[in-house]
C-alpha cells in the first residue's frame, strides 16, 4: 500500500471484526465480574479508561521512511546462547480454540493480503528505533482458522529457547499486529527473527516475539510457561 498504509475501508472492516469477538468476548466476562456498588462503578469507569488508551481503534502513529534507523543501527536480541536457527521444514502452527488448526508455510503467508507499518520500537530498557515490517496482519491469519467465540488469549511460541509470551485477543486483532517476514522491504534478517517474527505496534517491544513458531488460540489467562514474562519481571500487558 503505498502512501497511506490503511485505507479506510482496511480499518472499518480490521474494525468490524475485532468489535465481533470483543462484544462476545465481554458477555463471556461480564458473568465473572462484580458488577455492583461503588467498586462495581469504579470497575466500569477503569474499564472505559482503558480501552479508551489502549482500544482496538487506537493506531500507533506511522512514521516516513526517512526516520529508520541506519541498517545495521537497529540492536537484536535473543535469549538462546546461539542465534536461533528455525528446524528443518519450518512451518508457523496456529491450532487451540479455532475451527480450522493450520500450518503455513512464509510462502503460504506471503499470499495473503501483505501490509507494512514503521512505527517507532520502544525496549523496555530504554532504546528505541525505527524500521519498516513487512507481512501479514494477524486478524487476517484468524480469520483463516475461524477463532471460536470462546476465545479470549493467545499464545505466543518461539524456537528462541522457548520464549513465550500470553496475550489479549484484542491486542493480537489489532491492525497494527502483524505476523513480519520483511524487514525495510527485504527479507527478514535472522538477526531480527527469521523467517517470522510478531510486530505490535501499539505495545513494547518485549512482546514483538522473534523467531515464532505457533500460536494457540486460548479461553484461560496463564502466565506459566518456562519464559512467563511475569517471571521475567515484566508486566503481562506492555501498552504504550
Ligand atoms: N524470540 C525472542 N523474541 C524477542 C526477544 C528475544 O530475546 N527472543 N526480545 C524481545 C525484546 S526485549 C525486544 S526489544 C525485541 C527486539 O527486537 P530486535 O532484536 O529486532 O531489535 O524483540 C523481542 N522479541
Ligand atoms: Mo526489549
Not at 508455510?105 to 523496555?124: A, F, G
Not at 505466543?156 to 499486529?177: C, I, K, N, V
Request: glycine content about 10%.
Amino acid at each position: 500500500m503505498s502512501g497511506k498504509l490503511f485505507t479506510r475501508r482496511d480499518l472499518l472492516v480490521a474494525g468490524a471484526r475485532t468489535a465481533g469477538l470483543v462484544a462476545l468476548g465481554s458477555l463471556a466476562c461480564d458473568s465473572q465480574r462484580p458488577r455492583q456498588g461503588f467498586l462495581g462503578l469504579m470497575e466500569r469507569v477503569n474499564e472505559r479508561f482503558e480501552r479508551g488508551l489502549f482500544g482496538p481503534d487506537r493506531l500507533a502513529p506511522e512514521l516516513p521512511q526517512a526516520d529508520e534507523t541506519p541498517e545495521g543501527e537497529f540492536p537484536s536480541y535473543h535469549i538462546s546462547p546461539e542465534v536461533p536457527v528455525a528446524p528443518a521444514g519450518w512451518a508457523l502452527s496456529v491450532r487451540g480454540l479455532v475451527e480450522r488448526p493450520i500450518t503455513l508455510s512464509v510462502q503460504d503467508l506471503q499470499r495473503l493480503p501483505r501490509t507494512s507499518t514503521r512505527v517507532r520500537h520502544h525496549c523496555v530498557e530504554g532504546w528505541s528505533a525505527v524500521a519498516s515490517w513487512q507481512g501479514v496482519r494477524l486478524s487476517e491469519v484468524a480469520r483463516l482458522v475461524r477463532v471460536d467465540p470462546r476465545a479470549r488469549y493467545v499464545e505466543f511460541r518461539s524456537f528462541d529457547s522457548g520464549y513465550w509470551s500470553s496475550w489479549d485477543l484484542e491486542s493480537a486483532l489489532h491492525p497494527q499486529t502483524i505476523l513480519a517476514y520483511g524487514m525495510n522491504g527485504r527479507e527478514l534478517p535472522v538477526a531480527h527473527g527469521a523467517p517470522l517474527r510478531v510486530r505490535v505496534e501499539t505495545q513494547l517491544g518485549y512482546k514483538s516475539m522473534k523467531y515464532l513458531r505457533g500460536l494457540v488460540v486460548t479461553s484461560e489467562f496463564d502466565d506459566n510457561g518456562p519464559y512467563g514474562m511475569i517471571q521475567n519481571g515484566y508486566s503481562w500487558y506492555a501498552g504504550i
